[in-house]
T-cell receptor, first 118, second 113 residues
Framework: DARVTQTPRHKVTEMGQEVTMRCQPI?????VFWYRQTMMQGLELLAY????????DSGMPKDRFSAEMPDATLATLKIQPSEPRDSAVYFC????????????????FGPGTRLTVL | AQSVAQPEDQVNVAEGNPLTVKCTYS??????LFWYVQYPNRGLQFLLK??????LVKGSYGFEAEFNKSQTSFHLKKPSALVSDSALYFC???????????FGIGTKLQVIP
């Protein structure tokens, strides 16, 4: 049963510290998405990649957030420096896209990383 | 800009009764519509999607959704609710291509035994 995995599942840190969240997409998938979920804002898309290339990161605060895919099996989301307002659940999702049908593909979500910044 | 509205924060239904979770959308061009479900402390799970074809889409766990172009709606339905259906339900829309998917704020479904 293929699943998206995310580590860590929970992270508590102090303001100003660097936070790195990792995601392993389902083997064979070529799209990766990062979302942030909060009670106030709901589910927000932060970034997405296709074939490891970033297609859109307009939802991400550029001054402190960065997203990368070092290889096809690993996606990372970093926050440096972290702030209390970054406290949220961060989800990674993956999917498979044929060229031109990107938006219609089913996304498979990981269990999320619950981040608390004190 | 595309958008999706889920007008009800919470829907309560008695076990065994039919349920409906509402969703309306706005998009330029043809819409592609999704429903996802989120159980507590879990990621979202895909339920069903409408791409083209029949307006009635059947999905997982006995759920179905009806695409209504004139009313720009895509309501989620199930003939007989189970307590285990209690969860947070998200409607989502995209115009396809390389457009990102926009999610609604979610509707909490509470099925009462």
């Amino acid at each position: 049963d293929a699943r998206v995995t995310q580590t860590p599942r929970h992270k508590v840190t102090e303001m100003g510290q660097e936070v790195t969240m990792r995601c392993q997409p389902i083997l064979g998938h070529n799209t990766v998405f990062w979302y942030r979920q909060t009670m106030m804002q709901g589910l927000e898309l932060l970034a997405y990649f296709r074939n490891r290339a970033p297609l859109d990161d307009s939802g991400m605060p550029k001054d402190r957030f960065s997203a990368e895919m070092p290889d096809a099996t690993l996606a990372t989301l970093k926050i440096q420096p972290s702030e209390p307002r970054d406290s949220a659940v961060y989800f990674c999702a993956s999917g498979f896209s044929f060229q031109g049908t990107f938006g219609t593909d089913t996304q498979y979500f990981g269990p999320g990383t619950r981040l608390t910044v004190l | 800009a595309q958008s999706v509205a889920q007008p009800e924060d919470q829907v309560n239904v008695a076990e065994g009764n039919p349920l409906t979770v509402k969703c309306t959308y706005s998009v330029s061009g043809n819409p592609y519509l999704f429903w996802y479900v989120q159980y507590p402390n879990r990621g979202l799970q895909f339920l069903l999607k409408y791409i083209t074809g029949d307006n009635l889409v059947k999905g997982s766990y006995g759920f179905e959704a009806e695409f209504n172009k004139s009313q720009t709606s895509f309501h989620l339905k199930k003939p007989s609710a189970l307590v285990s259906d209690s969860a947070l339900y998200f409607c989502a829309v995209t115009s396809g291509g390389y457009q990102k998917v926009t999610f609604g704020i979610g509707t909490k479904l509470q099925v009462i035994p």
